[in-house]
């Protein structure tokens, strides 16, 4: 139950001292005025640099050691590094300590940014998966152990295979196949698990990815957990990657400054979890369960539900997916209302359907304000017919066609619309969040992509990426 980098923290943040060292405000005395009318003081005098008693995040051998030993035991991991530029920085790490240039990594076609970030970086050659596909909800889910069988056959030459679990609707895949096809060929399992940082605590949750056996799982603590913005974890276990090359990794994507403001958080997110996470857990799974109840009793709305499909073997329960089409609305229009109306605000508004997050910090009266916005806004709009919205064009991996990494450092150009219909991008474009790219550079440019990100932006979407935000000309590689 120690919280060694918070207990060490506090000490510091009250000793009176005369400071000549960073930060430049000097434990608040410098700090704006309008800054402290936000936040107060007190937050200041804990932003500290470091000092011989805090340790190095870099070589730790004291309480940051002290901390991350306790979260490796909290979360069953064998190492754990705090990660302090969020998951991003995990998932490039995890390229980096697996691949090197030119070597093969299997990943899924909807992989988070960063993961073409450590393509780019590492040098690595992306063998791309489709995921299963439901037209229904227009949502991706997980890959098929069907599909990586194949294509572990087809590359026996792969160092590494990188999942997505859950999804960012809470969707799971086929996790402990896939981990035992992926051992089976001796080469390590590299797991997204941004949104599964919750899942070690509580049985009615899906089991984490540690548990299934993976070798390197990155969680962003921050999204479901207690810990500050921009603060995760990335834990290892096994023997297939060497723990030196993820610590050499993370110096190269890690600032040399980190905060202890957010390496606290993470300390004390993990007490919280160790302490009193399966109660918490407990009782944010009973409101997940009030409002999807709620929400399913209200006609024209449809709620995502546990189904036996490809790609999809289980949900987590505290993710609520609406789908809004039926009556009339897309879920930006959705998401803007709520917000304008009733200062409810979704984690994920997309063309058909939000998602809305049930964290240990929401209560009893969230839920019930969220019901009572969507039972009014059914009744404005009674009698709408449902929305005519594009499906999400299909990823079709073999329409990468070079890899990011060579698209990245090519000579490109821009052109309009029309003249860049069926050449090869040289950005990285996809609505945000979820921060999937619907164009990654050395991807092919196609008319649906075009025509899909139109209605996105139409629909007061964000798009991120692109040189041109108006979308009418595109950077693509020159030929």
């Known amino acids: 139950m120690d919280r060694p980098l918070v207990s060490i923290l506090q000490k510091l943040s009250q000793r009176v001292e005369t400071a000549f060292y960073a930060p430049g405000h000097k434990k608040g005395q410098g700090i704006a005025s309008s800054l402290v009318e936000l936040l107060g003081g007190k937050v200041f005098q804990a932003d500290l640099p470091e000092l011989p008693e805090l340790d190095n995040l870099f070589a730790p051998s004291t309480v940051i050691q002290k901390a991350q030993e306790l979260a490796a035991e909290t979360f069953g991991a064998q190492k754990t590094w705090f ?105 390590p399992l590299i797991v997204d698990e941004a949104h599964g940082a919750h899942f070690a605590f509580h049985k009615n949750l899906p089991p984490s990815a540690l548990s299934l056996g993976a070798d390197l799982v990155v969680q962003s603590t921050h999204k479901v957990l207690g810990s500050l913005t921009q603060s995760s974890m990335l834990h290892l276990q096994g023997h297939r990657v060497d723990p030196d090359r993820v610590s050499r990794a993370l110096q190269l994507v890690q600032s040399t400054s980190p905060s202890y403001l957010l390496l606290a958080s993470l300390d004390a997110a993990r007490a919280q979890m160790a302490e009193e996470g399966e109660v918490l857990l407990s009782r944010t799974l009973e409101l997940a369960e009030l409002a999807r109840n709620s929400l399913k009793e209200i006609p024209g709305l449809s709620v995502l539900e546990k189904q036996n499909k490809k790609g999809f073997q289980d949900l987590d329960l505290t993710r609520l997916t609406v789908k809004v089409s039926e009556i009339g609305l897309t879920g930006f229009a959705v998401d803007q209302w709520l917000r304008d109306e009733f200062q409810v605000t979704a984690e994920l508004p997309n063309l058909r359907h939000l998602t809305f997050m049930i964290t240990i910090g929401n209560y009893y009266k969230d839920i019930e304000k969220l019901s009572q916005a969507f039972l009014r806004l059914v009744k404005i709009q009674e009698n709408s017919l449902p929305i005519e919205l594009p499906l999400l064009p299909p990823f079709e991996s073999n329409s990468v066609l070079v890899s ?58 964000i798009i991120t990426g692109c040189s041109d935000p108006s979308l009418d000309t595109f950077k693509v590689l020159l030929n």
């Not at 991008?425 to 164009?439: K, M, Q, R, T, V």
Request: proline share 9%; net charge negative.
């Open 83 to 187: 990660l302090i530029n969020g998951s991003t920085c995990g998932v490039i790490a995890s390229i980096l300590a697996t691949c090197r240039p030119g070597d093969k990594i299997i990943l899924p076609r909807n992989s988070h940014q960063a993961a073409i970030s450590g393509l780019i970086l590492s040098g690595a050659l992306p063998i791309f998966l489709d995921p299963d596909y439901d037209p229904a909800w227009d949502l991706a889910y997980s890959i098929s152990p069907d599909a990586l069988n194949s294509a572990l056959e087809a590359h026996r030459d792969t160092q590494a295979v990188l999942i997505t679990y859950p999804t960012y609707q809470g969707v799971t895949g086929h996790l402990k196949e896939i981990e035992q096809i992926t051992h089976s060929q001796g080469i």
């Open 404 to 461: 990011p990494r060579e698209a990245f450092f090519s000579p490109t150009e821009m052109l309009d619309r029309e003249s860049s219909l069926g050449r090869i991008s040289a950005e990285l474009i996809c609505p945000y969040p979820p921060g999937i790219p619907l164009i990654m550079p050395g991807q092919k440019i196609t008319q649906l992509h075009l025509d899909y990100l139109s209605k996105v932006l139409q629909q007061e979407g």
